[in-house]
């Protein structure tokens, strides 16, 4: 199968999809319609992005069984030629999946002691100063994170409360190692902005699991009741964390 481009348009709200492979694991991807594309074929980047490529007058039915079809190319495809994303303390590269922006990092010396960023054009975050110290660009890349989720999170929060009819007393946005997100018994949410780096299905996921903790603060089968009411396939996200979740540790 080719990887190719075709005359790409991108749907404007991109939703992510996911393939089952044969090991049971989930794997995202997205649809792009396309006016010059004569049949469906995927294209899987060299980050492991993953999209399937539909062409005017075939059906998104067609398109999801085509994708599940190829599972095993996919599988092979991910293990062969995508390299992990390199979770370092000073990566190149980041992949804010929930915006479907990737974002390439440059670092500059610059004043000891202290580090700073600046947002440049076309995705390129800038940081300047004690660039050696892995501990300061972890903070510093961490307060980006913060800074473009803040606004953003508490408004699709927000909406999903307003939505579902939930009522939440407040959200704080900061960046746990250890957990996504959380709510206290005074229906305070925490949520971690590091979700930046995951699909927005998930997401979602997780916005939902902490709102449903206004309700029901605990993990009964009562709870993961009323999860499955307004997620239906939260498992596979759940999945999805597990096996992604590693760079919670970093940021
Ligand atoms: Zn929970």
Same mark, same amino acid.
Request: proline share 3%; glycine share 6%; net charge positive.
């Given at each position: ?109 610059? &004043?000891?002691?202290? /580090? ?8 390129? +975050?800038?940081?300047? *100063? $004690? !660039? ?94 009323? &999860?499955?009411?307004? /997620? ?8 999805? +964390?597990?096996?992604? *979740? $590693? !760079?919670?540790?970093?940021?």
């Amino acid at each position: 199968m080719q990887l190719s481009m075709h005359g790409l348009v991108s749907i404007t709200m991109p939703k992510h999809y996911f393939v089952r492979l044969a090991n049971a694991s989930q794997y995202p991807y997205q649809l792009i319609h396309s006016s010059r594309a004569k049949h469906l074929s995927l294209k899987l980047t060299s980050s492991g992005a993953l999209s399937v490529i539909l062409p005017q007058g075939i059906q998104t039915l067609l398109a999801h069984s085509f994708v599940q079809e190829q599972s095993a190319w996919i599988e092979k495809h991910i293990r062969q030629s995508v390299t992990k994303p390199s979770i370092t303390a000073r990566p190149d590269v980041l992949d804010l999946k929930m915006l479907n922006e990737k974002w390439s990092i440059e670092y500059k010396e610059g &004043v000891q002691g202290s /580090v700073e960023y600046s947002e440049l054009p076309n995705h390129c +975050l800038s940081i300047t *100063g $004690e !660039i050696q110290s892995d501990k300061l660009v972890n903070k510093i890349i961490g307060l980006f994170l913060k800074n473009k989720a803040s606004a953003l999170f508490s408004q699709i929060i927000s909406e999903l409360a307003t939505q579902h009819g939930f009522q939440y007393s407040g959200i704080t946005i900061r960046g746990q190692k250890g957990r996504w997100g959380s709510c206290s018994s005074r229906k305070k949410l925490n949520i971690n902005y590091k979700l930046l780096l995951m699909p927005e299905a998930v997401v979602r996921y997780v916005f939902i699991h902490e709102l449903c903790h206004t309700r029901e603060m605990n993990h009964s089968a009562k709870f993961w009741q009323l &999860v499955e009411n307004y /997620v239906p396939e939260y498992r596979q996200y759940r999945e999805y +964390l597990k096996e992604h *979740g $590693e !760079i919670i540790r970093y940021f």
